[in-house]
């Protein structure tokens, strides 16, 4: 058990177990703070789904160019080589099984792997499906980054998704605040904790956890 962790910490995390050489889609929200933490040395490519190839971190101060942006409309940098195409150019590398990774927001996570991310079913919510099903079904690894616990305490990694699902058994591996799990044939594992316990958690979730093999 460490310390707990925050947002950039937890992203550093996820860059750092991304496979050298992939290629990788990161999702609005939390996921964009990955490509701050990525090496060179990794030669990880990023895809936007707004139409690049070869993105590079966040664009701070005079790297700034508001025509260069990712698909949540965040300014970006480029690597050399980086790339432009059409949007549905774009979707059929998605579609088509190009990428190896990308890494999603959640509000809902099933024990089985399913995603709900796309609305809450709150009459008054805007539903914000974008490019998240195509993602999910497209890509060789889905890894979730959200925080554990709702506002007012509720689980967001359940037994099964009462939000509406964006895509069946795709998740593969989910960052928290509170611990990392792992979805297997065998269920959910808890390959590491911040700041608490596998018991302690156990304690405030339906879903059986098991220990790291």
Known sequence: MSEKIGRDELAQLVAKDIKPG???NLGIGQPTLVSNYLTPEQDITLHTENGMLGMGRVAQGDEIDEDLINAGKIPVTE???ASYFHHADSFAIMRGGHLDV???GAFQVSATGDLANW???APDAIPAVGGAMDLATGAKDVYVMMSLFTKDGQSKLVPECTYPVTGVNCVTRIYTNEAVFLITKDGVRVRET??????????KMEVKLLPAE
């Open 119 to 121: 609305h809450t079913g």
């Open 79 to 81: 690597l050399p080589g």
């Open 22 to 24: 992939s290629f990788v």
């Open 102 to 104: 990308c890494v999603l």
């Open 194 to 203: 911040f700041g608490t316990t596998i018991e302690e958690l156990q304690a």
